[in-house]
DNA sequence: ATACAGGCTCGCC
DNA sequence: GGCGAGCCTGTA
């Protein structure tokens, strides 16, 4: 591939592959030193060179504004609490950002995601691309589109199911029906204060106040919200309050919102890539097995 | 093989 | 208005 078929951007403070890994978004797919995917409706190609990108001719602006590049890297980082836990997370998380995706398909997504890990979204998302999305040549490759909420309303629910969605099929495609008929107008609510954006997420079948969390950060730019899921819950019990007894998950919350501050979506991301990139994954099932067993323990002490 | 995942919802108390 | 069970499916 000749130098000439790309544009060139500028990319300081950022390392793609760790960001695309990280969690936030699930599409993207390795191809030769880069990865496809696509931006709106755009097929979009990217490399990583040091400090600069090599992208589809024509797809800067995009890119550029899809993965945040303007987002203050340095000056985020630097102003996280300087308490041990968060300073190994942001020394090993280097480049990574929230990206800006776009509402309707980072919400579908996240809608999938519950109770599911990483491998399972990326297989469902990527099923409804393929089978209702548009479909895309790059680079003698297909890359679809993630379709539209009018497309996913026209579909029926054995048809979503049949993406391997299960009970989650449901409510996707009501919530594509209360995004078709405006009843629930995305790109207005960029409007709303965070309270009640998270009010009106929170409305949508399938949606949580994880998943609204989830939505605001990586969709609405609300670098606040801060989903709290079970890694992160482990990680805070574990750093933040090793001997509490009993911590509310109300508790929790207050402490994450107070604690974490003005870019607490960006420590959160953070702290959850450090944790579920540097646990190995025997050790996290071995200590799932502990706490069964002490809980089976206390359970037949207290009979 | 068989629990169990990066949750939400509804029904029960 | 808090708590727990059930939901589907792929994976370890």
């Avoid at 997504?109 to 040549?137: D, N, P, Y």
Wanted: glycine fraction near 8%; charge should be positive; include cysteine.
């Amino acid at each position: 591939m000749q130098r000439g078929d790309f544009n060139v951007l500028p990319c300081p403070d950022f390392d793609l592959a760790v960001t695309l890994d990280s969690g936030q978004v699930f599409q993207w797919e390795q191809h030769g030193g880069g990865f496809v995917g696509t931006i709106g409706n755009s097929p979009v190609y990217v490399e990583q060179h040091g400090a600069e990108l090599r992208v589809t001719l024509g797809a800067a602006a995009h890119v550029e504004r899809y993965f945040a590049l303007d987002h203050p890297l340095g000056e985020i980082c630097r102003l996280f609490p300087a308490d041990p836990t968060m300073t190994a997370a942001r020394d090993y998380c280097r480049g990574l950002r929230i990206m800006r995706q776009p509402i309707w398909e980072c919400l579908a997504s996240f809608i999938t995601s519950s109770m599911k890990q990483v491998a399972h979204i990326r297989q469902m998302t990527r099923s409804l691309r393929e089978r209702f999305g548009e479909r895309h040549q790059l680079l003698g490759r297909e890359v679809y589109a993630f379709p539209s909420a009018k497309k996913l309303e026209q579909a029926s629910e054995a048809e979503l199911r049949a993406c391997a969605l299960g009970y989650r099929a449901g409510n996707l495609l009501r919530t594509a029906q209360l995004v078709r008929a405006g009843e629930a107008n995305l790109e207005a609510w960029r409007e709303l204060p965070d309270e009640e954006l998270r009010a009106r997420l929170c409305g949508l079948p399938g949606v949580g106040p994880k998943v609204a969390n989830c939505v605001m950060l990586f969709a609405y730019e609300r670098l606040r919200a801060f989903p709290i899921d079970v890694w992160i819950e482990r990680v805070l019990k574990q750093q933040y309050f090793p001997r509490a007894r009993k911590l509310t998950p109300q508790r929790l919350r207050e402490f994450c919102d107070s604690y974490f501050g003005e870019h607490g979506g960006y420590a959160q991301q953070y702290l959850f890539h450090h944790a579920r990139k540097s646990t190995p994954r025997r050790r996290a099932a071995a200590a799932k097995r502990s706490r069964r067993r002490s809980a089976v323990v206390r359970k037949s002490s207290l009979a």
